[in-house]
Structures are given as C-alpha cells and as structure tokens.
C-alpha cells in the first residue's frame, strides 16, 4: 500500500497564528481527506481535498477557517487559521487504497496544541 | 449523513477471554463497513472489513458479522491478547452517490483494555 508521510509530526501554536500542515503520498491517488480527531474522541471529517478545484467542507466546517489545496495527486495541505486552544487536536489526512476504491489509509496524523 | 451508534465505549476483558463490540447504523443503502485499530499514539488501522453482501468474514481471530436486515454488524475478537489493547472504531463507507464516495462515518470509539 502507498506510504503516506504528514508534516510537521507536531507542534505548539500561539493563539491567533495558523499552521500549514502538509500530507505527502509515495504514490499518485484519486482521493485525499483530511480529518480532525479532538482528545480522546472519534475522527471527525473536516473535507475532502480534490485535485484542481477547491476542497468539500462537511458540516461546520469551513474554507476561511481550514483552507485546503491540493495541487495534484501525490501532496495536500490543510491550514488551520486564527487558532484557538479548541483547535487542540490530531489532524490526519487520509486517502483512497489504490487497489481498492473503498479502503482508507491514513497518514501519521499531525499533533497540536494551541497556547 | 449516516448515523452510526457504537457500543460499549470502554470494554475490560481478561487475556483469552473473548471481546465483541456492536455498531448499528442507520442507512440501509450503506454497504461497506471497515473496523479500525487505533493504538495509543497511532493512526488508525484498517484491521478487516466486509461488504454487504456477504454475512461474516474471518481474519485469525478477528471476524466480524453483518446482519443487513437489522442495520447493525458486530467485531469479535477470540482469544484476546495485550496487544489488542486499543481503540476500535467501526466506520461505514458512505454509498456512492457522488459526492460522497470515499466518505467514512466512524462510531464513537471503542477502549478495549486486556489484562494479562
């Protein structure tokens, strides 16, 4: 299966900055996602990133607050912006198993704490 | 969106005991369901899966069960080890219906503590 590698594996943020979160596949995929998993909780799917066009936000969450790119099959990234000590999470990207149009795989998952 | 319901939220098993944990859904169009391992620290692991038309499939000792009808589907772990000490999430695969192709919905998690 593809090797997917996040950066930075963590951080601590001041309030009011943002962090650029990168998500590398070893391998071209057709599907990229990024999601939130908040302490001790279940993972919550913040979008999907889509190559060449913008990013589709789930419920209660949005573009100016988590932009996304993805300029093209192999590299993502997710911004967390203005951040808060509530954005204090593990934010993982994930994709689509290219011997499967089902199977998902995730990446090591980004650590970070708001100050 | 799918609604997915997952129980127990913390399960205690004595090693070589066995550990079942239950997941039920809401979308009867719904046809994928992946269990994930998530170890202290981890990213989540795909650790099996089935599709709904089949009724139960087996991996060593893992194997889950899918009972279309009654919209729920269960893992069960025999001979339990330390090692399986984790959160397990039960997750379903949105149907495909455009937009949400690829879209898991994941249950609230699983702490399955084995005691040597």
């Known amino acids: 299966s593809a090797v997917i590698s996040q950066k930075p594996s963590r951080d601590i943020c001041q309030r009011g900055t943002s962090l650029t979160i990168q998500c590398q596949v070893d391998s071209q995929v057709t599907m990229m996602f990024w999601y939130r998993q908040q302490p001790g909780q279940s993972l919550t799917l913040i979008a999907t990133a889509n190559q060449g066009s913008e990013a589709t936000y789930e419920s209660g969450f949005v573009i100016d607050k988590f932009p996304i790119s993805r300029p093209n099959l192999t590299f993502s990234t997710l911004t967390v912006s203005n951040m808060s000590p509530e954005d204090s999470s593990i934010y993982l990207c994930?994709?689509?198993?290219?011997?499967?149009?089902?199977?998902?795989?995730f990446g090591p998952g980004t650590r970070l704490l708001v100050l | 969106g799918e609604n997915v319901e997952q129980h127990p939220s913390t399960l205690s098993v004595q090693e070589g005991d066995s550990a079942v944990i239950k997941c039920t859904y809401s979308d009867s169009a719904s046809n994928y369901f992946p269990w994930y391992k998530q170890e202290l620290g981890k990213r989540p692991q795909l650790i099996i899966d089935i599709r709904s038309n089949v009724g139960e499939k087996k991996d060593q000792r893992i194997a889950v069960t899918l009972n279309k009808t009654a919209k729920h589907f269960s893992l069960h772990i025999t001979e339990t080890q330390p090692e399986d000490s984790a959160v397990y999430f039960c997750t379903i695969g949105a149907p495909n219906r455009g937009s949400t192709l690829g879209r898991l919905y994941f249950g609230r998690g699983t702490q399955l503590t084995v005691w040597p």
């Open positions: 994930s994709i689509l198993g290219t011997s499967s149009s089902e199977t998902q795989y």
